[in-house]
Structures are given as C-alpha cells and as structure tokens.
C-alpha cells in the first residue's frame, strides 16, 4: 500500500535553491515501487568514483513520509543510486531537495519523469513497474496508469505499453534477462497473448534458470510465428471454433506440440518420458502404417 505522506498545507513545488543535508538512516529508499530493475555495477564503480573526486554534483529529491519505527521520515523520489554510494561509502548525511507533492500518484509520476530524463528505463522495466503500481492499488486500471505516469506518449506507445503489462504480468520470473527483450519482442508477445497463444507459449518456453534468453526466444518463435500466420495456413487461433489440436498431454510426463516450420510441420513430443527412443519409433511406425502406399 502506498505509504502515509506528510500533508502540507498548501503542495509547493521543488526548490531548486534549497538544499537539505539529510541523514542517510532517515531516508526510505524503497518507499515508492522503483522503476529500474537492474543496476549497472561498473556504473555504480565510476558514479562512486565521481562522487570521491568532485562530490555530488546533484541532489537527491525526497519527500515527507510519517515517521516509522526506524526513525525514517523520508520517502525516496529520485537518487537511488546516489543514495547507494552514500550508504556504501558510509556516509552520514546526503544533500537532497525536499517536494510537497500533493498525492501518491504524482509522486509516481515524478520519479518516473527524472528516470526518463536521466537515463531511460527498459520497456520491460516500464511494464513492470505499472503492473506493480496496479498490484498496490495505486491506481484503478491499466489506462489510468500508464496515462499518469507516462503523460508524453502518443496514444500508439500508450497502446503498445499496455499490451507490454499484459506480457509482464503473464511472463513475470519466467525470462531469463527479461529487461533485455526489445520492443518488438514484447510486441509479438503481446500480440500472441491477445490472440489466446497462451498456454502455447507457457508450454514452450524453458525454464529461465537453464536457458538464456536468446534460448528462449529461439524456443517459442515457432509458436510467435504461427500466431501471426494467415489463418488458411496456421489455421485459427486457439480456443476458437474450428481451431486444430496444437498442444496434447497425452500421459504423466509426456507432451506433443505441432509446430510450424518454414518448410512444413513438425511434431515435438517433451517431457521426461519424450527422452525415450522407444516412444518416437512407435510414433514413426505410425506414420508410417498411415502414409505407406498398400
């Protein structure tokens, strides 16, 4: 939930000619969800190493929290990596502008606003981020989100940035470096979800502790690009009428997926009891008793 603010009597915006020396062990730095996932380590190594050369060269911006049990009566808007290095290097106090912000979804949307400028978040990291402002009830929808926190985009970004949280929430831990996939890999994903390829896709991607992405990837393009087939081709989507068997569980331990192939169809049987030789030369008997001329 989000946490209690310290009501001003009037908001008042930043003073960028005031600043505050706080004590570090004041500062809440994960009162807001964050919006970037991963962090650099060799640009956590030279921000530090500026830091010790030239000192901080811009302030972090905090906002008033009630005080709680550990005595921290700041939240953190922007400067999560300055904070960092400060804790790291043992510093007591860090320079910091303090805002009134009037509501919790302005204070969202402003951190948002410093991260775009100062160095962009991932389109995975953004979907994310709404997909957990959502989770904490922070704003009603998907629509009031992204309108909020991310004000400048086009309604096509809008758009597509929607169909990004429908991706993160299906795929969330399921990635292996998810905050590498680009904009057109989610857009794919997005599309494919949309289209009912779920289940498809979930039964096709490998674990992520196994698996690189690009491994990933590679695993469920066939079924990304039987998605977007021509019906007449692929034949219509699953869980419509007409729709052909794609994804069968025949037994404890062994699944059959058909797939399409620049070349034509192929059968892919998974699962531990797939590993035995036994069961593809009884499948190609079959076939064969099928397709052998009489």
Known sequence: MPPPLTQPEAPMPLDLTQVHHIPVAEIDANSLPRDRLVHDPDALAELRASIDADGLRQPIELFG???DDQGRQYGLISGYRRLSVFRAMGRDTIPAFLRNIPDYPALLASMVAENEIRSQISPWEKAVFVLTCLRGDSFPNAD???????????????SRLRGHVLVAE???HRFATPERLSVSRLDRLAAALRSGWDDMLRNALPHHKTHSLESQWQAILPILTESAAP??????APDTPGAPRRLRNL???????????????ILRFTGPQAKSPGIIDDV???VERIF???
Not at 144 to 158: E, N, V
């Open 251 to 265: 037994r404890k331990g062994l699944t059959v997926r058909r797939e399409l192939t620049r070349s034509g169809w």
């Open 284 to 286: 190609m008997d079959e």
């Open 231 to 236: 019906a007449s081709i692929a034949g219509p």
């Open 65 to 67: 929290i009630e005080p």
């Open 144 to 158: 009031t989100a992204i309108d909020t926190l991310f004000p400048a985009l086009s309604r096509q970004k809008r």
């Open 170 to 172: 299906e795929f969330e």
């Open 292 to 294: 052998s001329p009489d």
